[in-house]
Structure formats: C-alpha cells, structure tokens
C-alpha cells in the first residue's frame, strides 16, 4: 500500500480533511515524485515502497504523490519533510516555488534523492537548496565511497569505505555551505568529472529549514541496501529536525 488508505480516501473525496487528517504532532512526510524530463521508473517505483515500508514502521504520516498540487501553504502547514525522489526538470508552478520556499524559511525540511538535482535548473533558490546540479553520469557500475563524517549522526552507521552499484553523477554548481557525508573515489570506477572533490550525500541548514541530499538511488537494490535505509531513516530524523546535529 503505497500511500495510506484513508489519505487517498481524503484527498479523492475532500483536498481540505487530507490536510487536516495528518497528525502535526509527529513526523509528516509529502513525497514528490514528479517529474519533467528523465522518468526513473525503476528508482522511483522502489523508492516509494521504501518511503511506504517507513512510514509504517515508523508511524509516520506520508504522502507520496506524483502531483505537485500539493506543495501549497496549506497543505504544507502540517508537513515536516518534503522528499524530492527521482524528480526531474520543471515540476513547480510559480505559487508552488512560493509555497516551498516558505515552507523551509518556516522550518521545514528537504530530502532530495539521485535526480532531485536534474531537477528545476532555473530556480537558483532551489539549486541551493538541493545543494548542487546534475552534469553528466557514465554508466551503472560499482564504486568505493569513502565516509567523510564517520562520527556523525547520518552516517555513523557506514564504514570508512564501502562499495555499491548505482549511477554515478557528476555535478557543477556546487553551494558551497554543504557538508560532504560522503564522497566517491573516482579511482574505483570510470568516468568520474568531478576530481578529487566529489560528493554524492551531504546536508546543510538552509534559511531556515535543514536539507539532505544523496546520489544514489537509480537501481532499485540501492532501496534494499540497509547502509542506505538506515542512512534515509536518520535523514528524515534530521530534516525534521527532531536531532539536533
């Protein structure tokens, strides 16, 4: 069950009792998978039973839609996260963009997965809350990634380096007030643009709000990955800002 029951009940029926049913006294996720270019079918499909398989675990209350209509100050007024997954190209009207920006200067919270930043190349706010721009990536191949922040919260749970398959991207436009988790060796696998200085997750405050962003999440075994699972749960802790690092 990908969303929950009485949400889609809700949201059919009435737009206003969906808004009003979410519990503003616990953690509320709205989880965007629209998208304007690229359509990550495999990613996207598996990423919104992991987001599912969360929110029941954890009680949560979720929404995961592929319809932007949702990011509105209303509706917004009892979300706590907004998850950008496999998002790509322009997927926000103007009002929505007004919505979301409040939406972080008010607090809120931003996960973005893998094309999250193929995502609204013209919105510079957005950009710097994403944290940096798709560029290019080489094909799906696995790679060594190297625990920048062994002792923090997100990713206290990886060792100093591990490896995974996913789809590597390359970035330009980097904010350069984000805080690397973790990086790529390029020497692991081919076609690495970015240097010695390649990031694939990070996190930073931004105006307000908290944002976290990784990489990966193309192939579908990356949302079976418990080094990732675990790295997801602790962010939607962390952009709620229910943890204090």
């Not at 503003?24 to 996720?29: D, P, T």
């Not at 191949?141 to 390359?170: G, M, P, V």
Request: glycine share 8%; hydrophobic share 35%; net charge negative.
């Amino acid at each position: 069950m990908i969303i929950k029951l009485i949400l889609i009940i809700n949201s059919i029926l009435n737009f206003t009792p969906l808004s009003e049913s979410l519990n503003n006294e616990k953690i509320s996720l709205l989880v965007i998978y629209k998208t304007g270019g690229f359509i990550h079918k495999e990613g996207i499909e598996a990423g919104k039973k992991l987001f599912d398989l969360i929110c029941n675990e954890k009680n949560y209350d979720c929404v995961i839609s592929n319809e932007s209509t949702y990011v509105n100050s209303k509706f917004l007024e009892n979300i706590k996260v907004i998850v950008f997954l496999n998002t790509s190209g322009d997927i926000l009207n103007n009002n929505e963009k007004i919505a979301m920006e409040s939406f972080i200067r008010n607090g809120g919270g931003f996960i973005g997965i893998h094309s999250a930043t193929d995502t609204e190349y013209g919105w510079e706010w957005y950009g710097k809350l994403v944290g940096a721009y798709f560029m290019n990536h080489p094909d799906i191949q696995k790679a060594t990634i190297i625990t920048e922040k062994k002792h923090h919260f997100l990713t206290d749970h990886l060792k100093d380096r591990w490896s995974i398959k996913d789809e590597w991207y390359n970035f330009k436009n980097f904010n350069p007030d984000i805080n690397v988790l973790l990086s790529l060796k390029e020497t692991s696998y081919e076609g690495g643009e970015n240097g010695d200085y390649h990031p694939i997750s990070w996190y930073h405050e931004f105006e307000g709000g908290r944002s976290f962003y990784t990489g990966l999440g193309h192939v579908a075994e990356t949302y079976k990955d418990s080094r990732f699972v675990k790295m997801i749960e602790k962010a939607i802790l962390y952009t709620s800002s229910l943890t204090t690092k």
